[in-house]
């Protein structure tokens, strides 16, 4: 495999979710394991287990995708100690023109956030560190002013309010309510265009779910689809999705609704309960009309 690139980041800029996307952080799974089980994904393969090296050469072809896509893939330094580094969505995001360093919820993942401040100073990005207010990146949804941020075992009302006192009224946050044992908002809900958005209706009320139909077209996800993490794509701009094949419903839909869907098998990796939005920290997207 070519090497990751070197060229230092121009910019922060993430408004939205679907977007052309420049600029992404990842981390090689090198050290996956499921050591403490923290999610009901995790709970089914706690016996089975993850093959490293097949979890790698995944790892290794989602990044090839991305970058014949154009874009620009920066690595994160591994550790044997965190072993869910690969899911870089949720030790930072972006709103608008501001990187966020989140507080992690869960004991196992404590100190990824280090990792990442390290690297942005090296890199001499400036950052804001969310201190004592649980949130995670996961949660984090942007659609050019509003924000969507889930509140779950992950992410408390103070961080959420928080961010609302920093961002002032630049953008408009609003919390979503969902099932808990979901996990994050990104695995049960996703934007992948101005006007169209994944859901799976059985994890939020139907309150929250009338709301976001008056803004979307809402592709339901399956309850089997869900467990694969079905509405955890990947929009890479110029309706372009990174899809795992193994979600047929939901890449018929999609490619039904006119968007390109390129597959690419993660399920190595989905074992731990990410799949390609985990996987991503968007730094730079370039605005578009699409």
Same mark, same amino acid.
């Given at each position: ?164 006192? @920093?961002? =002032?009224?630049? /953008? %408009?946050? &609003?919390? #979503?309510?969902?099932? $808990? ?72 839909? @999609?490619? =039904?609704?006119? /968007? %390109?869907? &390129?597959? #690419?098998?993660?399920? $190595? ?22």
């Amino acid at each position: 495999m070519e090497p990751y690139e070197t060229i230092p980041p121009q910019k922060i800029h993430c408004y939205t979710e679907y977007d052309v996307l420049k600029k992404v952080i990842v981390c090689q799974p090198q050290y996956m394991t499921i050591r403490d089980v923290i999610n009901e994904t995790q709970k089914h393969f706690k016996n089975e287990g993850i093959h490293i090296e097949k979890a790698l050469e995944q790892h290794n072809q989602f990044v090839d995708t991305l970058r014949q896509n154009h874009v620009e893939v920066y690595l994160l330094p591994y550790h044997r100690k965190y072993p869910e580094q690969v899911f870089t969505r949720d030790i930072g995001f972006v709103l608008g023109e501001t990187i966020f360093v989140a507080d992690m919820a869960s004991k196992v993942r404590n100190g990824e956030e280090e990792v990442l401040k390290r690297w942005l100073e090296d890199e001499e990005i400036s950052y804001y560190n969310i201190i004592g207010h649980q949130i995670e990146g996961g949660d984090v949804i942007i659609d050019r002013d509003r924000i969507y941020i889930g509140l779950s075992d992950r992410t408390k009302k103070e961080a959420i309010e928080q961010i609302q006192k @920093l961002l =002032n009224k630049q /953008f %408009e946050i &609003i919390p #979503v309510h969902f099932h $808990e044992k979901y996990l994050h908002l990104d695995c049960v809900f996703n934007i992948v265009s101005p006007d169209v958005a994944l859901i799976f209706p059985g994890a939020l009320d139907q309150e929250h779910i009338g709301k976001l139909k008056e803004r979307y077209e809402l592709i339901e996800v399956t309850e089997e689809e869900q467990f694969t993490l079905g509405t955890n794509v990947l929009s890479i701009g110029n309706r372009k999705i990174i899809s795992l094949p193994v979600n047929k419903k939901v890449n018929e839909a @999609l490619r =039904n609704h006119g /968007f %390109e869907v &390129i597959e #690419v098998d993660i399920t $190595e990796i989905i074992k731990s309960g990410g799949s390609f939005r985990c996987c991503t920290l968007p730094i730079e997207r370039e605005s578009t009309k699409n």
